[in-house]
């Protein structure tokens, strides 16, 4: 099993949980779905549930009807996922902002916590 961890900012605040809350309740429950797949596979979740982005970065997908939500997240060591943000999927390529601000919440976490 990994341990599934929300990032939280200097600021106190959580992007994921944030996001998290806004969707609709049959979204929420079938994301909510594929996190539990994750912290049970881990590195081993493959397409259609995850897929790497590079950089370190992956995209946890889920889709229900036609709404497509994605959480990012990173590895750390000791078996641990670190969920940085998440976002409804509107066009075919994950949004170059969303990806550029996991991103940075990877390099925060590395700079506060000290671990990759």
Not at 46 to 58: A, C, D, H, Q
Not at 102 to 112: L, V
Request: charged residues 30%; glycine residues 6%; proline residues 3%.
């Amino acid at each position: 099993m990994y341990e599934i961890v929300f990032y939280v900012t200097k600021a106190g605040s959580c992007p994921v949980q944030k996001f998290l809350d806004s969707l609709e309740p049959k979204l929420l429950a079938k994301t909510l779905r594929t996190i539990d797949l994750l912290e049970e596979y881990g590195a081993k979740l493959r397409e259609p549930y995850s897929k790497y982005l590079g950089e370190g970065i992956f995209e946890l997908r889920t889709k229900q009807g036609t709404d497509i939500s994605r959480v990012l997240y990173f590895f750390v060591v000791g078996h641990k996922v670190v969920l940085t943000n998440g976002f409804i999927k509107k066009t075919r390529k994950t949004p170059k902002q969303e990806r550029e601000l996991a991103i940075k919440y990877k390099a925060d976490c590395i700079w506060r916590f000290g671990h990759e």
